[in-house]
């Protein structure tokens, strides 16, 4: 474990911030998902030692991050507000900041320039940040998290104002340095954007842990929900007639050229689906499971 939460607890007066979470993150990329004003800020920044528990225990690296100022040298955390000096190119922003943790000035240099070189930001390096755009903005504050090779990065939101090519350029840097050995927490309010990253995911509801897991672990805890499955045939209603044969089918709907199948046990629906077909010789045009996204298993569990 790389980091854990034992009971832990954080209120500001009567606000509520977190409730109780119980949680560990593992190696690789974790997602950290919840709507806004989840808690996920507030889970950061106890976790990052900016907060201490009101309840509860934290650990990082297997410290306490709020007493044990020792570890802030192993991690590296992207914020969601920015905290520039405007006046500063990013060059000398990111060079700065590697001077806080302890490198000497040319040795600074160095890793700044590597690091601004890894988010493609070296182009814009020399110009003032308060000349630079909201994704430039985002780059440049990975730029000074990664500078100095931290075993953990902790990235909140760090995805918001890039375009298209940017967030998939990012989402593959942050991949690489889960395969070097970086622990990656990463949260974020739009569940597909991280579904691409990881499978392994931490979900917050108004300040307490829903479920966490692979996505296919917590897939399985909805199966006392009916999913739903969609298909289309030119054979609709044929179709459909076979589908309630299936055990664990409770119920279908026909539309034009569609049938949407509510199963209790969709796992058996997929394996017996290619047989039933073929034997009763219906075409089978497209099938989608409507329901195993994150988006779903969200609001299954908010439900």
Not at 67 to 79: A, D, N
Not at 132 to 151: F, N, T, V, W
Not at 217 to 243: F, G, K, N, V
Not at 245 to 274: H, K, N, Q, T
Request: hydrophobic share 45%; proline share 5%; with cysteine.
């Amino acid at each position: 474990m790389i980091a854990g939460f034992e009971r832990v607890a954080k209120w500001y007066g009567s606000v509520v911030g977190l409730v109780d979470v119980t949680a560990s993150i593992g190696p690789g990329v974790t997602g950290l998902l919840g709507p806004n004003g989840a808690g996920k800020s507030t889970f950061l920044k106890l976790l990052t030692g900016q907060l201490r528990p009101s309840e509860g225990s934290v650990r990082l690296l297997g410290l306490d991050p709020f007493l044990k100022t020792e570890v802030h040298r192993r991690v590296g955390f992207c914020p969601e507000q920015d905290a520039f000096y405007d006046d500063m190119s990013g060059r000398e922003f990111v060079q700065h900041l590697t001077r806080l943790h302890g490198y000497a000035g040319g040795e600074a240099r160095r890793r700044a320039g590597a690091a601004i070189e890894r988010v493609e930001m070296q182009d814009a390096a020399g110009r003032a940040i308060r000349t630079y755009s909201k994704g430039m903005r985002q780059r440049i504050k990975l730029a000074q998290a990664i500078a100095h090779d931290p075993e953990v990065l902790v990235l909140d939101e760090p995805m918001t104002g890039l375009d298209p090519l940017a967030r998939r350029k990012m989402a593959d840097l942050l991949q690489s340095m889960a395969a070097a050995g970086v622990t990656v927490l990463i949260s974020s309010h739009i569940l597909h954007e991280v579904e691409s990253l990881t499978r392994t995911v931490l979900l917050l509801h108004q300040g307490r842990v829903l479920a966490q897991g692979t996505i296919e672990e917590i897939r399985s805890l909805l199966d006392r929900y009916p999913h739903r499955i969609a298909l289309r045939s030119p054979r609709a209603r044929d179709l459909a007639r076979a589908l309630l044969e299936l055990p664990g089918v409770i119920g279908v709907e026909i539309g034009d050229g569609s049938v949407a199948v509510e199963a209790r046990r969709p796992d058996e629906v997929y394996d017996r689906l290619p047989a039933l077909v073929l034997e009763a010789g219906i075409p089978v045009d497209a099938l989608e499971a409507s329901d195993v996204s994150l988006d779903a298993i969200f609001e299954y569990l908010v439900a």
